[in-house]
């Protein structure tokens, strides 16, 4: 059992940045693959960023390509999210989530283990 636990969330400007947390309690955290999903009011719920279970390896939706970065320490149990040159349509509530999987997941449903969500509001 992992239980996730994002913080860092707030309201921004447009072109302003936020770096997101997502605290693990649980053991085995390492042996997880993290990933940020994003939910914005009346869509779906959306991939944003992947990390493996060792840090190497990250992938990232197009949207947010250059602009946010993924990282973890799994000493602390922490997956972050850095996101810089906010936008607009990047307001949402954005959500850790966690895996046992070496390859990459950007399918919501494939995922065991869920934060409860942060809010992120970028304004004009």
């Known amino acids: 059992q992992v239980q996730l636990v994002e913080s860092g969330g707030g309201l921004v400007q447009a072109g302003d940045s936020l770096r997101l947390s997502c605290r693990a309690s649980g053991r085995s955290f390492s042996e997880y693959r993290v990933t940020w999903f994003r939910q914005a009011p009346g869509k779906e719920r959306e991939f944003v960023a992947t990390i493996s279970w060792n840090g190497l390896y990250t992938y990232y939706a197009n949207s947010v390509d250059g602009r946010f970065t993924i990282s973890r320490d799994n000493s602390d149990n922490t997956v972050f999210l850095q996101m810089n040159s906010l936008q607009l349509d990047d307001t949402a509530v954005y959500l850790c989530?966690?895996?046992?999987?070496?390859?990459?997941?950007?399918?919501?449903?494939?995922?065991?283990?869920w934060g409860q969500g942060t809010q992120v509001t970028v304004s004009s």
């Open positions: 989530a966690a895996i046992r999987s070496i390859p990459v997941q950007t399918a919501p449903n494939k995922y065991d283990y």
